[in-house]
């Protein structure tokens, strides 16, 4: 039932989309009491890794209920990849 530029993606499904086109996951775009609640779970390193925030949709299936809203940024590029 979903039109067809729409499609279901899971978090494990944007990190591999974010892996093939060299972007790095910087955050989620989330209310303070969501990301207090991934506090009291997780590091506050571990807010711009993606394992962490499947874990905690998986414990918490509403978190995201609309959609994913998020901030990422083209990998920086070492000198010996260029080689």
């Known amino acids: 039932m979903f ?4 499609s279901r993606f899971t978090i494990s499904r944007v990190k ?3 892996d ?5 996951f910087l955050g989620f775009n989330l209310d303070d009491r ?3 609640q991934f506090a009291r779970r997780f590091s506050p390193q571990q807010e ?6 499947e874990q905690f949709e998986i414990e918490n299936p509403d978190t995201f209920t ?5 901030w990422v940024q083209r990998q920086v590029e070492s ?3 260029r080689t």
Do not use: G, I, S
């Open 20 to 24: 093939a086109n060299r972007l790095e």
């Open 34 to 36: 969501v990301r207090d």
């Open 16 to 18: 591999t989309f974010l």
């Open 66 to 70: 609309e959609m994913y809203q998020f």
């Open 79 to 81: 000198q010996f990849e």
């Open 48 to 53: 711009a890794d993606l394992r962490p925030w």
């Open 3 to 6: 039109p067809t530029q729409e």
